[in-house]
């Protein structure tokens, strides 16, 4: 299908009159949308006058009032999935400060025992001893225990049972 001078005036009538392409494809028949878009544009026609946009300014919603803010919640013991709504006041009231474990007394290690990085294998304790970024730091190197990676000192410390680390032990 060749673009005769008819068809030319037709698609420039057509066009500034508002029809969308699919519209002036159908009308001139034997031509696609694509033909239509391509010649329009290498005719040089302008864009549409018409806005898709309606004349009139659009109308806002009415914002939802905000959320009060929630109640605070604190979670207690295994309690996990209850929710105990509790006034700020009452939460500073029962501030409870947690349980410090008693210092396990420090393991003297003596200086042939203690091990750098490059010294570490499965049967030295990995129990990092004193600051990384000082010339002092060692590990632990003693002799580990099967299956764990510290010695029997460093286990206790590393390792305590739940209800020691989860209930305080009342005095008395």
């Known amino acids: 299908m060749s673009w005769t001078d008819e068809r030319?005036?037709?698609?420039?009538?057509?066009?500034?009159?508002?029809?969308?392409?699919s519209?002036?494809?159908a009308e001139l028949g034997?031509?696609?949308?694509?033909?239509?878009i391509g010649k329009?544009?290498?005719?040089?026609?302008?864009?549409?006058?018409?806005?898709?946009?309606?004349?009139?300014?659009?109308v806002r919603k009415a914002r939802r009032p905000s959320?009060?803010?929630r109640p605070t919640t604190r979670v207690i013991g295994n309690?996990?999935?209850k929710l105990n709504v509790v006034a700020e006041q009452q939460l500073e009231a029962e501030?409870?400060?947690?349980?410090?474990?008693?210092?396990?007394?420090?393991?003297?290690i003596p200086p042939e025992e203690r091990a750098t990085i490059l010294q570490l294998n499965e049967h030295t304790c990995k129990w990092p001893i004193g600051d990384p970024g000082q010339e002092d730091f060692y590990f632990c190197g003693r002799r580990s225990m099967s299956g764990v990676p510290y010695c029997e000192h460093h286990s206790r410390v590393a390792y305590q049972p739940a209800t020691d680390r989860r209930r305080p032990k009342s005095a008395g």
Not at 45 to 54: A, C, D, E, N, V
Not at 95 to 108: C, G, I, S, Y
């Open 67 to 69: 959320m009060p803010p």
């Open 40 to 58: 329009v544009h290498r005719l040089g026609l302008s864009g549409r006058t018409k806005t898709s946009r309606p004349s009139a300014p659009r």
């Open 79 to 81: 309690t996990a999935l």
């Open 95 to 108: 501030v409870v400060p947690m349980r410090v474990l008693a210092p396990v007394e420090e393991l003297f």
């Open 23 to 25: 519209q002036i494809a």
């Open 30 to 36: 034997g031509v696609t949308r694509n033909a239509v």
């Open 8 to 21: 030319v005036e037709l698609l420039k009538k057509l066009w500034t009159d508002g029809l969308s392409a």
